[in-house]
């Protein structure tokens, strides 16, 4: 089945920089999109960055410029590089992979990996 662990949270100080990974594993996800979210206490959920197959990122807006998304197919990995992080990117992150549509409920497939926390503060 479909495994997503996420690692390299941890206490940092504003300025500093984390690069959070996510191992995927059960399938070949060279054809997905994955993507990192985050979710502070008290608030919902953000998404934060996503990466299609083929290497196209976005980026939430209150990232853009400090944070890049990466993925290693044949590794089955997610990386997010953080730099110049602040108090306000506190949360727990998250990463995501979208599999593709089922046909039969016309919904996205979607794994969830459990979190890794990362908090900013001096």
């Known amino acids: 089945q479909v495994q997503l662990v996420e690692s390299g949270g941890g206490l940092v100080q504003p300025g500093g920089s984390l690069r959070l990974s996510c191992a995927a594993s059960?399938?070949?996800?060279?054809?997905?999109?994955m993507a990192w979210y985050r979710q502070a206490p008290g608030k919902e959920r953000e998404l934060v960055a996503t990466?299609?197959?083929?290497?196209?990122?976005t980026y939430g807006d209150s990232v853009k410029g400090r944070f890049t998304i990466s993925r290693d197919d044949a590794k089955s990995m997610v990386y997010l590089q953080m730099h110049s992080l602040n108090p306000e990117d506190t949360a727990v992150y998250y990463c995501?992979?979208?599999?593709?549509?089922?046909?039969?409920?016309?919904?996205?497939?979607?794994?969830w990996g459990r979190g890794t926390q990362v908090t900013v503060s001096s």
């Open positions: 059960g399938r070949d996800f060279s054809t997905s999109v």
């Open positions: 995501n992979v979208d599999i593709g549509l089922d046909v039969t409920t016309m919904q996205s497939i979607e794994y």
């Open positions: 990466i299609f197959a083929g290497g196209y990122t």
